[in-house]
């Protein structure tokens, strides 16, 4: 994994607003084979090539609050109005916090994505579509 890459993509990516598929392509051409987004405080772990890469984009005072129950429906829902309306990335993390997501895990390989809630067997799993 190319961290350099790693980080340079993250920056452009959210500056120019890119759609998710082109983001999930470029960090997949720079060797990540998986990440794991912490909503509370949105803290990114990278790995790949046996490297891991930590970026941390938001203070502690920004945290955001997660909702104690998980809801699939509102996940679906969260996830269709980043989609429909290209909210702001900041915007859909507080929409899947909302519905109880604490974590949510990139799959490269399989080009998935798990929503996590806080209990185990809460999750909803999404396909990336192709760029």
Known sequence: ???????E?????????????KTFNSL??????????QVSNHELTYTGGGKNWIEKTMSDHDAISVANTFSRSDVVQ???????????YDSFLQGIAAAGV??????????????QGVNAGESHVEKVPQF
Do not use: F
């Not at 190319?2 to 980080?7: D, E, G, Y």
């Not at 997949?28 to 987004?37: I, L």
């Not at 969260?78 to 702001?88: D, G």
């Open 1 to 7: 994994m190319n961290v350099q890459k790693v980080a």
């Open 9 to 21: 993509i993250s920056r452009i990516s959210k500056a120019e607003k890119w759609p998710y598929p």
């Open 28 to 37: 997949k051409e720079a060797g990540v084979e998986s990440y794991r987004t």
């Open 78 to 88: 969260a996830i269709q109005k980043h989609t429909l309306e290209k909210t702001s």
């Open 102 to 115: 604490v974590c949510y895990i990139v799959d490269m390989v399989r080009r998935e994505i798990s929503y």
